[in-house]
């Protein structure tokens, strides 16, 4: 008896031991960021940014849980839940539902609040977010004219000194349409572009997306608007696959490899029909010798 | 000749009973194969996920066992056909070994590449919808080929053989009277016969030189027309078929001392016959030397980016272990042993040819895995299991299981029909008596 009291003494201590380093584990910091898209004044979303330093280096962090919230965290403000990707990133976009908190006011206020796990304690961050939103303009001689506009006084008013880039969509990522990487509104929050990139590819029609962006604005976020221009040239795509090439599909292979294959094993093959020939002839020999 | 000599030689290459240790050795083998088999049916119901095969060793020990056999089934082209060809009259007791040996390899190099496929009931889909313009084609077609021209290359020289069992005083107590006489009981020995008979067989000589050559030429260029390190060589096709005849040369010492022992053929094989193809296995040896200082000695020169993780590997990174025992075992030993006279002697020169089989498997296993871990693009966050390659137990069982399969065929061969050709034997014999 008092040899299993030993044993189970024993087991108690390993077990307060294993409790007590485990819970003793040091938590690393997490560093949330929070940003605000406007994209092609259409769609409103949300990308927080999950990350934490570790040997001096930052490393993303995937698979954990974030709550979005417009304004602060009560259940009524909740926006959304994601978890964060591989590059540490969760997006929500911001809901129909919320339409009527939305038209109230011109500014806005966000917050994302992380999980509490046992690698890392509970983390908060915020962005507040003025109202906002660009028009494209387009006239002769392929001059691009962008106005920046923000929702004050229940209106559009234009804003100066925004710093605007004016670039045209491609496959992934947007070319500038001209050598200026950026441009700054003027009093009417306006900038004003050359489009300078010619015998550039669009669609079949030759269509060409513009894009004027601000990117991680203090005040509005990151807003872009989107215009489809005809200033391209026509692609057509013009498949090569069905051409008599060796990496053509099966019946276009060229023909002096068919000619020169089908000549080797229609040569080789009828060696072997001759040769099995040769065996019902020798059957044939047979009969008649016996 | 006399009638009683006749009969003699008649009697000593009459196929035999299997004596006890004949029997252990078909159940052995016979384990052997049921065993692969379960880990075939195994792998079926589950998938290829069960092998260690991932997205960069997309071919592992089953092509590895593929390029295996194909290349030992030349060896029924190096002694038929070109030694025929030349009029190399020593090699006729060995003539039948090796045809046998090629067909129980390409049946086994034909049933691996299936192991290897993940959905194998689609294989129909092969021929109805293959593009001639991929080399895996070719090999279907060369493999076919190369399968029934051997099959009939081993089947015409026995003609005259079923003749002279089925006229043996003890005939009717032969266990395979009935397939005696159902292949060969039409051969009547005529003139004609005879004529039609050595036509075939010198037709078939020629003939399946070319297909070899091609059979091995086609099986390098499923890698060499692969761009990737320790592939993209211009040298392939002559490194595999001179690596080729090397392993089948040597396969036939081992089945020549093998079966000498078992069925006491010493008269038949004689230290002469292990002192010529001794011969030729150092030449063999040799010149796939020749190709092996070709094939890493010119990339290394060079050292290009892609190719020196590859070579550094086999020459001394982890696969250094294994190359250099394949680089010793199959070429360097066997000639060290071969070249000397006392090496010739048939123990040694069954030592030497075990060493250039299992050399030879090894080299094999080189040429197919470590190049397909170092791709010139790697893949971005690639899982770590896709960087290494250690075959799992379905593997070697199926792997196993397919060589005891070959072997299995060879021994069922030898049971069956004479293992050293016996009209030929006795027409040597009548000729030398003649000079």
Known sequence: MRKYNYILLITILVGLAGHVSYSQTPKNDLNLSLGYYNDNNHFQYLKANAKTKIDRKFQMVPGISLTFYLGSESPENLLGRAISDDKGDAVVFIPASIKAAWDKSAKHSFTVVSANTPLYDQTKATADVTRAKIKIDTGEDRKITATFLEWKDSAWVPVKGVDMKIAVRRLDADLNVNETATYTTDSLGNVSADFKRDSLPGDEKGNLILVAKTEDNETYGSVSSQKAVPWGTAFKYVSHFDKRTLFARRGRSPIWLELMAYGIIVAVWGVLFYLVMQIRKLKELGVSGA | ?435
């Open chain 2, 1 to 435: 000749m006399e009638s009683s000599v006749q009969q003699k030689i008649i009697q000593d290459l009459l196929p035999q009973k299997f004596g006890r240790k004949g029997k252990l050795w078909v159940a052995g083998l016979l384990f052997f194969c049921a065993l692969g088999l379960a880990a075939y049916i195994h792998q079926l119901s589950k998938g290829l996920v069960v092998t260690a095969m991932r997205d960069y060793a997309s071919w592992g020990i089953y092509i590895s066992n593929f390029v295996f056999f194909v290349a030992i089934s030349l060896v029924g082209s190096l002694i038929s056909a070109v030694l025929k060809l030349s009029n190399v009259q020593w090699s006729t007791p060995l003539t039948r070994i090796a045809e046998i040996i090629a067909i129980a390899a390409i049946t086994f190099a034909a049933l691996i590449i299936i192991v290897d496929m993940g959905r194998p009931e689609r294989f129909y889909n092969l021929f109805l919808h293959g593009r001639l313009q991929s080399p895996i084609i070719w090999d279907v077609i060369v493999i076919t080929t190369y399968f029934i021209i051997s099959i009939l290359f081993l089947y015409f020289p026995l003609l005259p053989d079923f003749n002279l069992m089925l006229h043996t005083e003890k005939k009717q107590q032969l266990p395979f009277y009935k397939f005696y006489r159902f292949f060969g009981g039409f051969w009547k020995n005529t003139a004609k016969q005879i004529k039609v008979n050595k036509r075939a067989i010198n037709l078939m000589a020629i003939t399946i030189i070319p297909v070899a050559f091609s059979i091995h030429t086609v099986t390098s260029w499923l890698f060499a027309t692969t761009y990737r390190p320790g592939w993209d060589s211009t040298n392939f096709g002559a490194y595999f078929i001179s690596g080729a005849f090397l392993v089948g040369a040597g396969g036939v010492v081992i089945a020549m001392y093998v079966l000498r022992r078992a069925y006491s053929l010493d008269k038949y094989i004689t230290f002469y016959h292990f002192d010529r193809i001794g011969k030729i296995l150092v030449m063999l040896a040799l010149i796939y030397l020749y190709f092996n200082v070709n094939e890493f000695l010119v990339p290394a020169f060079k050292m290009k980016k892609a190719e020196e993780e590859h070579l550094m590997g086999l020459f001394n990174g982890e696969y250094a272990g294994i190359f250099w025992f394949a680089i010793t075992s199959s070429m360097l030993l066997p000639i060290l042993i071969l070249v000397f006279r006392k090496g010739r002697r048939p123990l040694p020169a069954f030592i030497a040819g075990s060493l250039v089989v299992v050399g030879s498997w090894f080299k094999r296993y080189l040429i197919v895995t470590p190049t397909l871990l170092h791709p010139f693009l790697p893949m971005h966050d690639v899982p770590s299991d896709y960087l290494r390659y250690f075959p799992s137990w379905e593997e070697w069982a199926i792997a196993i299981g397919s060589l005891a399969g070959m072997l299995l065929i060879v021994t069922l061969f030898a049971r069956i029909i004479p293992i050293i050709p016996i009209q030929e034997t006795i027409t040597e014999i009548e000729k030398h008596e003649k000079v």
